[in-house]
């Protein structure tokens, strides 16, 4: 593995011998990543930083919603060939800013409860 001067890793060798390279901005967001085959990733951020989106060559990725605490609220499968968004996952916090709820909706939805006992620690399932 390869990195910058800032610590950002810019690339990997396989085994094979193919090369996958990550390019960031100078504040240190990921822009894209480059796969062995030349696939391309881009990344896109919000003005506080925040990844709001991913999408490949394919027009395949994910979009990302935050709240005002800079926390993900949900994720949404994104398709451009299809022209669809589909929010797959949502997430709730208490007001500490604890997250307590992980809800994946869809074909293989489920819920994931994070009840809080002392020290905020704890877990549960139920779907």
């Excluded at 990997?12 to 990733?41: E, F, H, I, P, R």
């Excluded at 499968?77 to 997430?91: G, I, P, W």
């Amino acid at each position: 593995m390869y990195y910058d001067q800032h610590g950002n890793r810019i690339a990997t060798q396989a085994a094979n011998g193919s090369w996958q390279k990550s390019y960031y901005d100078l504040s240190g967001q990921k822009l894209m990543d480059v796969n062995g085959v030349g696939g391309k990733t881009h990344y896109y951020h919000d003005a506080r930083g925040d990844m709001v989106g991913r999408i490949n060559t394919l027009g395949q990725g994910e979009m990302f919603s935050y709240n005002e605490n800079g926390q993900l609220l949900t994720r949404a499968k994104l398709n451009l060939d299809k022209n669809y968004a589909e929010v797959y996952a949502k997430y709730a916090y208490d007001q500490a800013g604890q997250r307590y709820s992980e809800e994946w909706v869809g074909e293989t939805g489920y819920t994931q409860w994070t009840p809080l006992r002392c020290g905020g620690q704890g877990s549960g399932d139920s779907g």
